[in-house]
């Protein structure tokens, strides 16, 4: 299985989900829009920082949703590199682990 069917595994089990509890869906997306707006941080920077957060906390799920916002986005390989490297530093061996995942998701969504 690819990282992309991964990802299109994760979005149709959201969408499940949103169907199950819309209205605590509904509030999650509103938490998240409100979280990720442009401030004194942008959109990207706040998406490195949550892919930081989802390597850190093992999440592939999250990892997968986070690096298809950054490929959208327009993040290189170089900076998923340096976010992927201070993750290891706060998550240690699992964290490599994770990290390595992540830009092996990066490097498979972002060939298209």
Known sequence: MT??????????????????IPDTFAGFVALEQAASADGA?????????????????????????????????????????EILGTSIQMAGGPGLMYAAKALAVFDELSAD
Do not use: P
């Open 3 to 20: 990282y992309k069917d991964k990802l299109a595994d994760t979005r149709n089990n959201l969408r499940n989900m949103r169907k199950a």
């Open 41 to 81: 941080l942008d959109k990207k920077q706040k998406e490195f920082i949550a892919l930081g957060i989802a390597v850190a906390l093992r999440c592939e799920d999250c990892i997968l949703t986070h690096v298809s916002a950054l490929v959208r986005i327009g993040a290189t390989r170089e900076e998923i590199g």
